[in-house]
C-alpha cells in the first residue's frame, strides 16, 4: 500500500481547501445551526427542572458535543463523488497506480482539519458562555473514541455506496438528502435519543442513523448503561458492516458498468 | 533454440464496445413516459478492431467526431471495459488496472485537467511523484527537463486558475510524464493552442518519443498534428477500422491523382490538355490541373514540350482532403 503517496494526496486537498476557507466555515457554520436551535429549545424547555432526567447545563453540554459529534462525521465528500463519476473526472482517479478511495479519504481528512479550524473555536466560546455540564466516567471516554471513529466510517460509507449508485441514476446524489433528513430526525439532533417517542426510539434504535452522530455522544454525556453500550457498539459495527460491503459491491460492480463520459 | 518473437508494446483483437444509451423523444410528454417505460437502443461504439504497434512507434488514430477513438484509446488505458475481444498493453490487461500497468501508462486529455485550480503546479507534481513512487532525485530530473524542454519555470509557482489555456497545457503534460510512462496517449493535445505553441508541443512529443524510446498514441483533428509526428495511421470510421498503415498510403490508395501546378511565362491563357488530365479553377498567376498517377509523368512532359512554362509542380492532393473524403464517403 501506498501511504506515502495517500498522504501527500491529504496534504494537497487540504492545502487546495484552505484556499477556499472562508467556504468551507460558511458551510460548517450552517451546519452548525440546527443542533444551536435544538440546544436552545431543550436548554429552555428544562429551565430549572429536567426533563427525562436532563437538566440545562447537561442539555447544553449534550448539544455542544453533538455540535462537534456531527461536524466530525459528516461527509462533504460523498456529495461530490457523485459529479465525479457523472462528468467523467473519475477518470483522472482511475488512471493513477492508487486505490481512488484515497481520493476519497484525503477529501475526509482534509476536510475535517479545515472545518474544525472553524467549529473548534467557536465550540469552546460557546461552552465558555454557556457552561454545560457533563459527567463522564474514564471508561465512557475511552469507549467514546472508538463509538466516534465507527460514526464516522458509518457515515461516510454510507453515504458512498449511496453516492456510487450515479453508476447507475445520474442523479443519485438525492438519495443523500434523505440521508440526512434521516440523521436529523433519527441521530439525536432533534431529541436526545431518550427523548424520542417510544415507538420512534424503537425504529432508531435498529437503523443505522443513530450510529452516525448521536451514540457516541450519548456514551461521553453518561446516557448509557453498560448493556445498552454494548448493544449499541454490535449494532453499529454490523450496519458498517455492511456499509463497507455494499460499497466494495457497488464498486466493482459500477466500475464495469462506467461509462465514461464525453470525448 | 526457437526465437521467440518479439510481443508487440500493444494489441488489440477483436476490441468492441457497445453502448445502451437511453432513447426518449421530445417534449414533456415523452419524458414523463420514459419515467416509467425506457427505452433503449445499443451503440456500436467500437466494433471489432485490430492491430499490433511495436515498441516506439507512433501512431496517429484519426477519424471522425463519435468514431470511436476516444472509446478505443479509453479501453487501452484501462478506463473501460470492452464489451469483447482483448487488449494487451505493456504486457498487462488495461482494463485489470494493475498497479504496474498504470505506471508504466499515461494518458493526457486535451479536454480534461488533473491539476487543481486553487495551488500552483509544483504542488500537483509533488503528490504525483509520491503517488507514482518516483524516488526524489530522479523526480527533480525529469522535473528540470521538463521544465526546461517546455520552457515554463515561470509557472511553477502560480495558481493553475491564473494560466493560460497553452499554459494550463504544459503543466497536464509534465503532470502526465513524470513517472516517466512507457505508453503515452495523447488525446486532442493541442486542442484550442495558437499555431506556435502546436509547433513547440510537436517538437517536444518528438523529442520524449526518441530519447525515451515510448509508444505513444495520438488522436487529434489537427490533420497538421498527425503529419507531424505519426509516420503511421489508423484510421476508425463508425467503430470499425478503415485502414492502418503510413500516412502517404492512405493518400494514394484514397486519391490516386497527382496536382501539377505550373506557370506560364506570359502568365496564364487557355491551353489544350491530355484528355486524362483536368484544368482546376486557377489561383494566383499559377494554374492547376489534376491527373492521375500513372499519367502524371506524361501530363508534365507535354506540358513542358508545348508550352513555355517557368515554374511547374507534381504535388499529391492535400491530406485534409483525402481524409474528408473518407469522412463523407465512409470507406477506403
Redo the contacts between chains.
Keep these: 500500500m ?1 501511504y ?2 495517500g ?3 491529504i ?2 486537498t487540504w ?2 481547501w484552505l ?2 476557507r472562508g467556504f468551507f466555515w460558511v458551510l460548517a457554520f450552517g451546519w452548525m445551526i440546527p443542533p444551536l436551535i435544538y440546544l436552545f429549545v431543550w436548554s429552555t424547555a428544562a429551565g430549572e427542572q429536567t426533563v427525562a432526567g436532563m437538566d440545562r447545563g447537561e442539555f447544553i453540554g449534550y448539544y455542544l458535543l453533538i455540535i462537534l459529534s456531527n461536524q466530525l462525521t459528516y461527509s462533504t465528500t460523498n456529495w461530490t463523488v457523485g459529479d465525479v463519476i457523472r462528468y ?2 473519475l ?2 482517479w ?5 486505490p481512488p478511495i484515497f481520493e476519497a479519504f484525503a477529501a475526509e481528512i482534509a476536510g475535517k482539519v479545515v472545518f474544525m479550524l472553524f467549529v473548534l473555536p467557536v465550540s469552546g466560546i460557546l461552552a465558555l458562555l454557556l457552561r454545560p455540564e457533563l459527567h463522564t466516567t474514564w471508561m465512557e471516554g475511552v469507549a467514546f473514541v472508538p463509538a466516534l471513529l465507527m460514526a464516522w466510517a458509518l457515515r461516510f460509507f454510507w453515504g458512498y455506496w449511496l453516492a456510487l449508485l450515479a453508476f447507475w441514476a445520474t442523479r443519485a446524489d438525492s438519495l443523500l438528502v434523505i440521508q440526512d433528513s434521516l440523521v436529523f430526525l433519527l441521530s439525536g439532533v432533534v431529541a436526545p435519543f431518550a427523548l424520542l417517542p417510544a415507538g420512534v426510539a424503537a425504529v432508531a434504535r435498529w437503523l443505522p442513523f443513530r450510529y452516525m452522530v448521536g451514540f457516541p455522544v450519548e456514551i461521553l454525556s453518561g446516557q448509557l448503561p453498560a448493556g445498552e453500550m454494548l448493544l449499541g457498539f454490535a449494532i453499529q459495527i454490523a450496519w458498517l458492516a455492511l456499509a463497507v460491503f455494499l460499497s466494495i459491491v457497488i464498486w466493482k460492480k459500477g ?2 458498468r ?3 463520459v ?2 | 533454440m526457437p526465437i521467440k518473437p518479439i510481443e508487440p508494446h500493444i494489441s488489440a483483437r477483436g476490441l468492441s464496445k457497445t ?1 445502451r444509451v437511453v432513447e426518449r423523444g421530445e417534449g414533456l410528454a415523452a419524458s414523463i413516459k420514459s419515467l416509467f417505460h425506457r427505452r433503449y437502443q445499443n451503440v456500436d461504439a467500437v466494433c471489432e478492431i485490430n492491430f499490433n504497434i511495436q515498441r516506439g512507434e507512433m501512431v496517429g488514430f484519426i477519424g471522425p ?1 463519435g468514431a470511436g477513438k ?1 472509446t478505443t484509446l ?1 479501453m487501452l ?5 470492452p464489451s469483447a475481444g482483448e487488449a494487451r498493453v505493456a504486457g498487462y490487461v488495461p482494463w485489470e ?1 494493475k ?1 504496474g500497468f ?2 508504466r ?3 493526457v ?1 486535451g ?2 485537467s ?1 491539476m ?4 500552483p503546479p509544483m ?2 507534481f ?8 518516483v524516488p526524489r532525485a530522479a523526480f527533480q530530473q525529469t522535473l528540470d527537463e521538463l521544465v526546461e524542454l517546455l520552457d515554463m519555470s515561470a509557472l511553477l509557482t502560480k ?1 493553475v486558475r491564473n494560466l493560460s489555456l497553452g499554459e494550463r497545457m504544459k503543466c497536464e503534460l509534465v503532470a502526465g510524464l513524470l513517472h516517466q510512462p512507457e505508453v503515452l496517449f495523447l ?2 493535445p493541442t486542442l484550442g493552442l495558437d499555431v506556435s505553441m502546436q509547433n513547440r508541443l510537436r517538437s517536444f512529443f518528438k523529442a520524449y518519443n526518441r530519447t525515451r524510446g515510448a509508444t505513444i498514441i495520438l488522436t487529434s483533428h489537427y490533420m497538421a498534428d498527425v503529419t507531424a509526428l505519426c509516420p503511421r495511421v489508423i484510421l476508425i470510421h463508425r467503430g470499425r477500422l478503415l485502414y492502418d498503415g503510413e500516412l502517404s498510403g492512405l493518400a494514394e490508395r484514397l486519391a490516386p491523382f497527382k496536382i501539377i501546378r505550373f506557370a506560364l511565362t506570359n502568365g496564364p491563357a487557355a491551353i489544350a490538355l491530355p484528355e486524362s488530365a483536368h484544368l482546376l479553377p486557377s489561383e494566383d498567376d499559377h494554374m492547376a490541373c489534376r491527373t492521375s498517377r500513372e499519367d502524371a509523368p506524361a501530363v508534365t512532359s507535354y506540358l513542358l514540350n508545348t508550352y513555355s512554362v517557368a515554374d511547374l509542380t507534381v504535388e499529391d492532393p492535400p491530406i485534409e482532403a483525402v481524409i474528408d473524403q473518407v469522412y463523407q464517403e465512409g470507406e477506403v
Design positions: 501506498n506515502q503517496g498522504l501527500a494526496l496534504k494537497r492545502a487546495s484556499q477556499a467523467g473526472q477518470n483522472t482511475l488512471l493513477r497506480p492508487l466500475l464495469r462506467y461509462a465514461a464525453g470525448g | 453502448y467526431n476516444t479509453k488505458s484501462g478506463l473501460l471495459h488496472r498497479t498504470l505506471k501508462i499515461s494518458m486529455l479536454n480534461k488533473q487543481l485550480w486553487d495551488i504542488d500537483t509533488r503528490v504525483l511523484g509520491e503517488i507514482y513512487q495558481p488525446d486532442e
